[in-house]
C-alpha cells in the first residue's frame, strides 16, 4: 500500500508528466473509472506503447477477463 505522502509524490510527479513505474497505486474492487481533463489529449501508456487519446477515458473492468499462469507458491525455491 502506498503511504500519503507517497501518493501526493505520485500525483505532483503524474501532473508534470515525470511519472514513475514505481508509482502504482491498488484501485480495489473498481468496475468503471472516468478519467477526466482540461488538456485536449491525455498520453496514455496501452501495452508498453504511449499514444495521445482525447478525454474522457472511460474504463471498465472485467471479472476474471484475464487469465494468469504462475507456478505455485514456493515454487523454484530451494529446500536445505
Request: hydrophobic share 40%; charged share 20%; net charge positive.
Amino acid at each position: 500500500p502506498m503511504g500519503g505522502m507517497a501518493f501526493f509524490g505520485a500525483l505532483v510527479r503524474a501532473l508534470a508528466g515525470r511519472s514513475r513505474t514505481t508509482d502504482m497505486v491498488r484501485l480495489d474492487d473498481v468496475q468503471t473509472l472516468r478519467v477526466a481533463s482540461r488538456r485536449s489529449h491525455l498520453r496514455v501508456a496501452i501495452d508498453g506503447e504511449t499514444c495521445h487519446l482525447s478525454p474522457p477515458l472511460d474504463y471498465a473492468i472485467e471479472a476474471g477477463a484475464l487469465r494468469v499462469i504462475a507456478p505455485p507458491p514456493g515454487a523454484g525455491t530451494k529446500s536445505a
